[in-house]
């Protein structure tokens, strides 16, 4: 007996059998429309994202690479104002040297280790102004804002550092403050050692002016270029 094959009748009454040329034509123009579209709109995606990456990127990378024109700006202003330009005749006495062949100053620093140094400065300075300030003469809102000013400038500088970088830089620098907090507690916090310590850190700060000569460029678009790729790629 022969077998009659009827086959599958599509919604637009187009045989299943039939090849894509014989299918309704309005079905195929539809269908290349829709990956057009699905592929306009992966382009789009891609080329938007790519200039917010780009714009966002070339922003980061000024203001990283113009570290000198506003980081520790603000914290050296507020420590200039409230300390004299000279020790005071009575606290003489407690004059202290806390360099210790480090090498802290050295010229060989440059790059990352350059920031890292940097960063690690305003941390240790940072710890050392949350010490015993009592005797400090300093009133409770200038101490604030130059706790607040450092933090910011902390937090700053690692988005341009990224991943901790610079640790045996950090550790020259750690172990140069630790005796500089040393002194402090030996000399019972007083007002002369907190003269001594303020003359000190306005030296580092100095110092972080040279370190931010030194810094090189921040990262490059390529990476977030590859970044952004990766994750758009499949849409």
Avoid at 82 to 106: D, R, W, Y
Avoid at 146 to 170: M, V
Wanted: hydrophobic letters at 35%; proline letters at 1%; a neutral charge.
């Amino acid at each position: 007996m022969e077998h009659l094959n009827t086959g599958t009748w599509l919604k637009d009454g187009t045989d299943s059998r039939a090849s894509p040329s014989k299918r309704n034509p309005s079905a195929v123009q539809q269908g290349s429309r829709s990956f057009i579209s699905t592929m306009i709109s992966k382009g789009w995606l891609l080329c938007s994202g790519l200039v917010m990456m780009l714009c966002f990127t070339e922003i980061s990378s000024q203001d990283c690479n113009q570290l000198r024109s506003w980081l520790n700006k603000d914290n050296l202003k507020l420590l200039n104002s409230k300390m004299g330009s000279t020790i005071p005749l009575q606290c003489i006495g407690h004059v202290a040297n806390f360099s210790n062949n480090e090498g802290i100053h050295s010229n060989e620093i440059q790059g990352d280790d350059a920031k890292a140094a940097t960063q690690e400065i305003l941390q240790q300075t940072l710890h050392i102004f949350r010490q015993n300030h009592s005797e400090m003469d300093w009133d409770e809102t200038s101490i604030a804002g130059f706790q607040a000013g450092l933090h910011q400038d902390i937090e700053n500088l690692g988005r341009c550092l990224g991943a901790e970088k610079g640790n045996s830089i950090r550790q020259r620098v750690k172990s140069y403050f630790r005796r500089i907090n040393d002194y402090l507690k030996d000399d019972g916090y007083s007002l002369c050692a907190w003269e001594i310590v303020q003359m000190e850190v306005r030296q580092c700060f100095l110092l972080i002016d040279q370190l931010l000569k030194r810094t090189g460029n921040a990262g490059t678009f390529t990476k977030y270029f590859t970044i952004f790729r990766n994750k758009y790629e499949n849409l």
